[in-house]
């Protein structure tokens, strides 16, 4: 049995070797190993053989079916990649072309400021939260101590949904500032949140306004919280940007949701004695900002007897024209590849 089985194998090499086809192949394969199989058939004898020659010749005819099996899928795969060429051939398609190359993107300017600032912000244990894009003219006016007869409700600066007339209404939010009552709602005092997003205002364009832009708002709540807290962390911040420190001064500034309020000016990074973007002054207006009005803290549910914040509201788009040197914001949402492709990360 031993002779036959060897001489199986030797049929079986030589003929998986001269297959031309994977049909062919599969023929082969079945006449070997197949349930009628030539090689199958010697296995099922080895019942009949003396007990003491067993193990052995079972042993070799283990190792045949391995080895026979071995061949039989290395040559498949061969035949396979050897078809598959042929066809791609047969259809005009050369393997051996480069194929499509694929652009990769760029990390937008304002999403690089946002990350730049949120690391930064996070590092002074700052949670950042969102709000939604649409949002009620409850939260984005009424609950920020907005007066119902203020302009800002306008329809020349709001954008308000075409179902106006029905209640609740609804806008594309004008400012981040919603996201702070939001904040307060969800997670009460005291609490510090930045929220960072986009925001929509019914504006003429020119190469410092846009109808959609950035906003990151910024809130610190808690017990005692006064003017110092909130320059302190502006200047933090300011110095996590601009890799150093920046001399920063206070104007007063109106609006309803802080009182007293502020708009917060920053020594120009780039000159010493008035440049093109100081436009001469040496100073950069920043952001507005400002002690949460009471009114805005018990509207979200919080005790203004018992806790204090500021809260400010970056513009987010400004800070990366700054941070870039880009002369126009209309660049920011244009979608023009050749603006976009500058800031390849
Ligand atoms: C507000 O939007 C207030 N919600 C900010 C605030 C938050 C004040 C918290 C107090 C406390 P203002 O309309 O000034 O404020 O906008 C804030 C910043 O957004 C501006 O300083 C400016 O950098 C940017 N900004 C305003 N309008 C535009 C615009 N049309 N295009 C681009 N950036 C703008």
Redesign the pocket.
């Given at each position: 049995m031993r002779e036959r089985l060897e001489a199986l194998c030797g049929e079986g090499l030589a003929a998986i070797a001269a297959a031309e086809s994977r049909a062919q192949l599969a023929e082969i394969e079945s006449s070997f190993l197949g349930r009628t199989g030539a090689l199958t058939a010697q296995l099922k004898g080895l019942g009949k053989l003396e007990a003491a020659e067993r193990p052995a010749i079972g042993k070799l005819a283990n190792e045949i079916k391995q080895k026979l099996q071995q061949a039989f899928d290395a040559v498949g795969e061969t035949l396979k990649q050897e078809e598959l060429a042929a066809d791609l051939a047969s259809v005009g398609v050369d393997c051996s072309l480069p194929g499509p190359t694929v652009e990769l993107g760029s990390v937008h300017p304002v999403m690089a400021i946002a990350r730049e600032l949120e690391d930064i912000f996070q590092s002074m244990g700052f949670v950042i939260w969102d709000g939604p894009e649409l949002e009620s003219e409850a939260n984005n006016f009424d609950a920020l101590n907005i007066p119902s007869d203020h302009p800002a409700r306008e329809s020349h600066d709001t954008i308000w949904m075409k179902s106006a007339d029905e209640e609740p209404r609804r806008c594309l939010r004008t400012?981040t500032?919603p996201v702070q009552v939001r904040a307060l709602r969800e997670f009460g005092a005291p609490l510090r949140v930045i929220a960072p997003g986009r925001v929509f205002?019914q504006?003429a364009q020119d190469a410092?306004?846009?109808h959609t832009?950035h906003?990151m708002?910024g809130l610190v709540v808690g017990k005692n919280i006064g003017v110092p807290h909130m320059l302190h962390a502006m200047n933090s911040m300011l110095e996590g940007v601009f890799k150093r420190k920046l001399e920063t001064r206070l104007r007063p500034g109106f609006?309803p949701?802080?009182e007293p309020?502020f708009e917060l000016d920053a020594r120009c990074p780039f000159c010493k004695g008035g440049c093109k973007v100081c436009k001469g002054s040496t100073w950069i207006?920043l952001?507005?900002?400002?002690l949460v009005h009471p009114n805005v803290l018990t509207a979200a549910g919080v005790d203004p007897n018992e806790y204090s914040g500021f809260?400010?509201?970056l513009?987010l788009?400004?800070m990366a024209m700054l941070r870039y040197g880009i002369h126009d914001?209309r660049y920011m949402c244009s979608g023009d590849l050749r603006f976009l492709k500058q800031f390849k990360a």
């Open positions: 400012h500032s205002r504006e410092t306004h846009e832009f906003q708002e609006f949701f802080v309020g207006e952001m507005p900002g400002g809260a400010f509201g513009g788009s400004r914001i």
